[in-house]
């Protein structure tokens, strides 16, 4: 029998606010896992909806658009709950740290662990088979602000995710891939796959789909913050012969005015 690729699904939360998804896989029969959850409300509906067990909750970082929701959802399903060593400070109550290089065992899954600072020095990201949990590292087409990380830490955090297989499916925890993609159509004009996605994220937009997951061989051909090491992505912003990291910074200033 071929192998069939781990089902997920967002669900949207805090729509409006800040459009996050909480991602949810399967841990077994009937059972289900949650990634970042920022509000409970949305899913503990979708759990009774679906008749489903939630039986493990991974956090990324300590962003209240990606916690919110856990306290609740610990004491109404008794989750147990994951997160970064880094954030242990700054995170409700965790039943197991995690840190760069880590496995952890979900049900029948393997789950790595990789320490992605930048967006913020705890951030963490999971990896399951072909998915890729990476909170607010990656966006698609897109990175997260350097709220507490500095470019240089965030260029080799964008470099190991480079480095990830192309059939990759990026799991982000934010819908901001129409406006990632109207920053890169500013950005790259003469770019006609860039405009052609733009025009089909419009579209998903209306009909009120989700553009994730993204496929990690788009991201790395097309997202400028894992190409600062590209002569033509420093020409685009008019620093030829700088390092990555500057490009980094600079790429991140331009799209911070979207
Ligand atoms: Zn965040």
């Known amino acids: 029998m071929a192998h069939q690729a781990i089902p997920v699904t967002p669900i949207p939360a805090l729509r409006g606010a800040y459009d996050n998804y909480v991602w949810l896989f399967p841990t077994g029969e009937g059972q289900v896992a949650a990634v970042d959850p920022g509000e409970a409300g949305p899913v503990l509906a979708h759990l009774k909806r679906e008749n489903l067990m939630l039986t493990h909750i991974l956090i990324t970082h300590h962003h209240a658009d990606h ?3 856990v ?4 004491r109404s399903t008794g989750a147990y709950t994951i ?7 700054r995170l409700p109550v965790l039943d197991r740290m995690v840190d760069d290089g880590d496995t952890i065992q979900i049900g029948p899954h393997t789950m790595e662990v990789m320490h992605t600072p ?6 963490v990201v999971y990896l399951l088979e072909d998915l890729l949990f990476c909170g607010d590292t990656l966006f698609s087409y897109g990175a997260g602000r350097l709220f507490e990380g500095t470019p240089t830490q965030m260029w080799k955090t964008m470099k190991r995710l480079r480095a990830l297989p192309d059939q990759m499916r990026a799991c982000p925890a934010h819908e901001y891939t129409l406006t990632n993609l109207t920053f890169c159509a500013d950005l790259e004009p003469d770019n006609r796959e860039i405009a052609e996605l733009k025009r ?9 789909e ?20 590209e002569p033509t992505m420093a020409a685009l912003v008019g ?4 390092s990555p990291p500057d490009v980094l910074a600079e790429v991140r200033a331009r799209r911070n005015q979207y």
């Open 200 to 208: 089909w994220a419009m579209g998903m937009m209306d009909r009120d």
């Open 71 to 74: 306290e609740e959802i610990q």
């Open 118 to 123: 930048g967006h913020t020095t705890g951030h």
């Open 83 to 89: 997160g970064s060593v880094h954030d242990r400070h």
């Open 239 to 242: 620093l030829e012969g700088v």
């Open 210 to 229: 989700p553009t994730l997951p993204n496929l990690m061989e788009k991201e790395k051909r097309l997202n400028p913050f894992l190409r600062c090491d």
């Open 67 to 69: 916690t919110g929701g």
